[in-house]
């Protein structure tokens, strides 16, 4: 099945907690489908690693943190099941 929406504003709303990933919810992707969520949240990430966040902002700081780990989270959990599934991603 086709991602619905933009691949990049999915990897944003995996950032902010709107979507979970599950392998449940990634057996109804392809492994291009994978591949290019893949590549929209290391963009996502590099985006967000960019941000100058002020260092007396302690809870910009931690958002921030926050959206980095989801992302990183959701990189695992894909990497996982295509190894899993013997996907070539």
């Known amino acids: 099945m ?19 990933l599950t392998q449940a919810n990634l057996r109804q992707y392809t492994a291009q ?3 290019t969520i893949l590549t929209q949240i290391s963009i996502v ?3 967000i690693r960019g941000e100058q966040v002020p260092l007396e902002d302690i809870m910009a700081i931690k958002e921030k943190n926050q959206k980095l780990m989801r992302l990183n989270q959701a990189t695992t959990i894909i990497n996982s099941y295509a190894k899993q599934r013997r996907l070539k991603i």
Do not use: F, N
């Not at 086709?2 to 979970?20: E, F, N, T, W």
């Open 2 to 20: 086709a991602i619905s929406g933009s691949p990049k504003m999915m990897a944003y709303d995996i950032s902010k907690g709107l979507v979970h």
């Open 33 to 35: 489908d994978l591949k």
């Open 45 to 47: 990430q590099r985006e």
